[in-house]
């Protein structure tokens, strides 16, 4: 795993970090997922029952926050003055936040539970400090965000070295781990596999839109046509009508 | 066995449920709150959860779940926009439709797999509708014009309702693309700030400038005499462009616009800037003031036509409009209602209970409740629950006798603290339940709090918070703002000769936003005030809402721990408990 993720992060982050405007867009990213792993982690922390485990999650969460703050600060060290780049933007709009794991109201936790959740935690973490090398040895980024990455690269070990302390438990006590450490593996493939076809789906169906907007939609716009301004009747309607409530028109 | 209606407000802004036992609240609680997006807009799964659980019940239990508009009719409004504004609208017709057809259009599917209901559970209100209901039934009045005023719903942005006992009927309304919220919103946009986020900012701004831009802007409006408005749209684009809600027309009209997070030094506070910088940022706040003035006159037209053509004592108001609390202030001073009562959830969030009360009042047909008394309607974490986890999180905590008093007197030591007492607010203005408060006296605490705890912009002033019994000795409220100014919905004057004395919470204007507070909204914060006022001899404490920038009001005790913990608050009250401040 470890050595084909290598192969190709190595050229793909060679290439990325260099073209004009992504470093930028590529810090924005990484604030906007420490901040998702802040608020998955004070989930946890919030829900686990197992009570040991609240301080954990706790000070783990407040590590992604920092790094999330620190990753923030070189974007808007490196966008330029005066006005603010979309990158900048977005690491301070929390309404934009991706890398964050409720999908459907239910919390990264509350979806996988506790074995689940720290299997996905261990390889998430191994993952980034793999990536976070690649970065450091080819030296990618500028000075100041390789000081930054080093600096964040302690905590991040020290976040695999704990959640791995937490499976080696699950182990001994003969619980199935080694299947959950496979099956986030899996899950992180998977899960990158459908955004990238959602995101080339949307594409499409966005180009067939446009051209049923062309073809189809153009002639209507002979009788269609704006509303007037200033105060109109209200149109009567049973609006309080039991059988008119359950429409949805 | 008693009735539960289970209101919801989704998939725009500010998602929402809010849950009814026999037309009274259990809970109202916002999707951000648990979630920590700010605005989240997805299904509130966990809020009606949490709304249930408070409750005792499951979904099956509900005996109806009412939406809060009726999606077909917003579509259908979105496909003739695009279809009007051909071709124009190639740039948002794709993006919109892909949303609807990927999501919105199977709402009804949607709604009873996420909150496990039956389909003939399900009620549609209508948008304007359910902010009209959620002002007129959580009110005291028995009869009121009833006027809703945002951005868009399905087709109204601005609309009038004659409410009477249990039944609310429409008069009339004014459509889109006419509306005084996407007007405010295109001029929010145009000096940098986020859309449904910075119109704060905007009202904020405003105090620092004079209305130099009204000319200009009173091209974009037109108040008829009929008691109306029109849009000039050739100002506009949101009706047809993915993003941009300004045309070229306006930057022609007002200059280029402001770059989001450009520095802003205007005269009267210019700190290092250059020349260029205040004579630009007195610009910004010029066409700000402009915008707030003719905002607020735009209000007071369209309350007078309300009195006109509903004629009650009482008007109730809701809509995001209806939380520009300057506005709010000059509709109740110098509009001719008597009493104005405002929804505290004026935006979206707002209509979820709007759309539960509709079902209970106007569809199911039951007699009104009495008004709503408290708004910390949310989350409580409770002094058990939050000690096992100040225990298991090893903070340094103590449980003082008196806590009121305890942070009363730290309070008047200069120390900021974080307040966290009973359940979650509702709406979006903290008032004592998820607060920051610190000593209003001093200028350097208020720099402290922004410095070290919310990283705010200088034009946001704080807030005060004063005790009912000595509210009329500080502050200048008008007769009819009794009631807003209980949830901060309305600014008011504060009297000359006090403005020396509490400087942290005077806007430049003179003006403050006040949170009026009685015994029985909020016993323990009113408590702290009567505590303070011993020690100080001021009855007033500022406030601010308990969140670090760009994220929502803090909720759970863990959420509390963590803002405490990356801020620079000097000590958290959690239920009761005082914890200490970690090394
Ligand atoms: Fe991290
Ligand atoms: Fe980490
Ligand atoms: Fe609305």
């Known amino acids: 795993m470890g050595q084909l993720r290598r192969a190709y992060l190595g050229p793909i982050s060679e290439v990325a970090w260099r073209l004009p405007g992504w470093p930028t867009r590529l810090l924005a990213a990484f604030s ?23 301080r954990k999650y706790f000070l783990h969460a407040l590590d992604e926050g920092r790094h999330a ?26 309404g934009l936040l991706q890398g964050h794991g409720i999908v459907a109201g239910e919390t990264l936790f509350a979806r996988l539970g506790e074995m689940d959740f720290l299997a996905f935690v261990f390889v998430a973490e191994a993952d980034a400090v793999e990536q976070f090398h690649v970065y450091l040895d080819r030296r990618l980024p500028d000075p100041d965000t390789t000081a930054a990455l080093r600096d964040i690269l302690k905590d991040e070990s020290f976040h695999v070295s704990y959640s791995k302390l937490e499976c080696d438990k699950y182990r001994r006590e003969g619980q199935p781990i080694d299947h959950a450490i496979r099956l986030a593996r899996w899950r992180r493939v998977k899960e990158g596999w459908m955004r990238f076809t959602r995101d080339f789906g949307e594409r499409m169906s966005g180009v067939w839109l446009l051209v049923l907007y062309f073809l189809v939609i153009w002639p209507f716009r002979l009788v269609a046509r704006l509303e007037r301004g200033g105060w109109q009747r209200a149109p009567a309607r049973p609006t309080s009508a039991l059988a008119a409530a359950r429409l949805e028109g | 066995m008693p009735a539960y209606i289970l209101g919801i407000s989704a998939l725009y802004h500010d998602a929402a449920a809010v849950l009814l036992r026999d037309g009274v609240v259990v809970g109202a609680a916002q999707e951000e ?19 249930l659980e408070q409750a005792g019940i499951t979904a099956a239990d509900l005996d109806y779940l009412v939406f809060y508009e009726k999606p077909l009719r917003k579509f259908e409004r979105i496909l003739a926009t695009s279809v009007a504004t051909f071709p124009r609208s190639w740039g948002s017709f794709p ?25 003939d559970r399900l009620l549609f209100c209508e948008h304007h509708l359910s902010h009209a209901a959620s002002a007129f039934y959580a009110s005291p009045h028995e009869k009121a014009a009833v006027l809703a005023v945002d951005g868009v719903g399905e087709w109204a942005t601005t609309s009038l309702w004659r409410g009477d006992g249990s039944a609310l009927e429409p008069v009339s309304e004014v459509r889109f693309p006419h509306s005084l919220g996407l007007l405010y919103s295109t001029i929010t946009a145009h000096l940098g700030f986020a859309v449904n986020e910075g119109e704060y900012k905007v009202m904020g701004m405003a105090a620092y400038g004079k209305p130099a831009f009204r000319q200009e802007l009173d091209r974009l409006l037109k108040l008829d005499p009929a008691g ?48 260029q910088q205040i004579v630009e ?32 004592d009482a008007l109730c108001l809701a809509g995001g409009v209806a939380l520009n609390s300057v506005a709010n202030r000059r509709v109740a001073a110098e509009g001719p209602f008597a009493h104005v009562w405002v929804q505290p959830a004026a935006g979206d969030a707002g209509g979820a209970m709007g759309a539960a009360m509709w079902a209970w009042h106007a569809v199911l047909g039951n007699p009104r409740q009495p008004p709503l008394a408290r708004m910390d309607l949310g989350r409580v974490n409770g002094p058990a629950r939050s000690s096992e986890m100040l225990t298991d999180l090893g903070a340094k905590f103590t449980e003082p006798a008196d806590p009121g008093a305890s942070a009363a007197a730290e309070l008047a030591d200069g120390k900021v603290i974080g307040w966290v007492e009973g359940g979650d607010e509702w709406g979006p203005r903290a008032l004592g339940h998820r607060s920051i408060l610190a000593d209003p006296r001093s200028t350097e605490v208020k720099d402290h ?13 704080f807030a005060p918070a004063v005790t009912a019994a000595a509210a009329a000795d500080w502050f200048d409220i008008p007769a009819a703002a009794a009631e807003p100014a209980r949830w901060m919905l309305s600014t008011a004057g504060v009297h000359e000769a006090r403005q020396a004395t509490i400087p942290a919470v005077v806007h430049v204007d003179g003006s403050a936003r006040v949170q009026v507070v009685d015994p029985v909204a909020s016993p323990a914060f009113h408590q702290l005030l009567v505590e303070f006022n011993k020690l100080s001899g001021v009855p007033v404490v500022l406030n601010t809402s308990f969140n670090l920038k760009g994220e929502p009001m803090v909720s759970s005790t863990v959420d509390a721990m963590a803002s405490f913990v990356r801020s620079g608050l000097d000590v958290l009250y959690i239920d009761g408990l005082r914890v200490e401040r970690p090394k």
């Open chain 1, 69 to 94: 703050g620190i990753f923030a600060s070189r974007v808007r060290a490196l966008s330029p003055p005066g006005n603010i780049s979309r990158a900048q933007a977005a690491t301070e709009d929390a």
């Open chain 2, 33 to 51: 709150r648990f979630s920590r997006v700010k605005h989240d807009a997805a299904m509130p799964r966990r809020a009606a959860a949490w709304c």
């Open chain 2, 95 to 119: 993006r919109q439709m892909r949303a609807w057809l990927g999501d919105k259009l199977w709402l009804r599917t949607n709604l009873c797999a996420t909150f496990g209901v039956r389909s």
């Open chain 1, 32 to 54: 906007l997922a420490e901040r998702g792993s802040m608020l998955d982690m004070l989930a946890a922390a919030d829900a686990t029952p197992r009570r040991e485990m609240r």
């Open chain 2, 228 to 275: 109306g408005f029109e849009l000039d749209l050739d100002y506009f684009s949101f009706h047809y462009h993915p993003t941009r809600s300004g045309s070229p027309a306006l930057e022609a009209l007002l200059g280029p616009p402001r770059f989001p997070g450009a520095p802003f030094a205007p005269a009267v506070a210019p700190g290092d800037a250059s020349a």
């Open chain 2, 281 to 312: 940022s007195q610009r910004w706040a010029d066409i700000a003031a402009s915008a707030q003035a003719q905002v607020e006159d735009a209000m007071l037209h369209l309350v007078r036509y309300a009195k006109g053509a509903v004629g009650t």
């Open chain 2, 449 to 461: 709090v922004n410095a070290r705890v919310k990283y705010r912009e200088l034009f946001r002033p």
